[in-house]
C-alpha cells in the first residue's frame, strides 16, 4: 500500500484543519490506517488510528478534538483537526497495517508509510 499525505499549512491557534491521506494498492480496505506526528526534537507521537470497520481511537493529547475517518469508496483517511494548540505543530505521518483486529499506537506495528504534511500552528 502506498500512501501520500496532504492538507498541511499554517493555521492559527484555535483554528481548524482537515488532513488527507490517500491510499493506493490492493486491498486498502482491509487496512487499518493512522495518523502520527513528529515535532523538531521530539520522537513520532501516536495521534489517531481507524480499523476497516472504523473503530477509533486516540492518543490522550488530541482527544476530544481530533476526529479521524476514513472513506473506504475512496481509499481516503482524515484527520479534522479542531481547536488547535501551538503544540500541535509537527510533520504528521500516515501509517497503513493490515488490520489484525486490535488498533496499534506503536509505529512498529505499521509498515506502509507516506511522506509527512507540515501543520504550523502559530499564537
Known amino acids: 500500500v502506498q500512501l501520500q499525505a496532504s492538507g498541511g499549512g499554517l493555521v492559527q491557534a484555535g483554528g481548524s484543519l482537515r488532513l488527507s491521506c490517500a491510499a493506493s494498492g490492493r486491498d486498502v480496505s482491509w487496512y487499518a490506517m493512522a495518523w502520527f506526528r513528529q515535532a523538531p526534537g521530539k520522537e513520532r507521537e501516536f495521534v489517531a488510528a481507524?480499523?476497516?470497520?472504523?473503530?477509533?481511537t486516540y492518543g490522550d493529547s488530541v482527544n476530544g478534538r481530533f476526529t479521524i475517518s476514513r472513506d473506504n469508496t475512496k481509499n481516503l483517511m482524515y484527520l479534522q483537526m479542531n481547536n488547535l494548540k501551538r503544540e500541535d505543530t509537527a510533520v504528521y505521518f500516515c501509517?497503513?497495517?493490515?488490520?489484525?483486529?486490535?488498533?496499534?499506537?506503536?509505529?512498529?506495528?505499521?509498515?506502509?508509510w507516506g511522506q509527512g504534511t507540515q501543520v504550523t500552528v502559530s499564537s
Open positions: 501509517a497503513a497495517r493490515w488490520d489484525r483486529g486490535l488498533l496499534a499506537d506503536t509505529m512498529g506495528e505499521y509498515d506502509n
Open positions: 481507524i480499523s476497516m470497520s472504523s473503530s477509533t
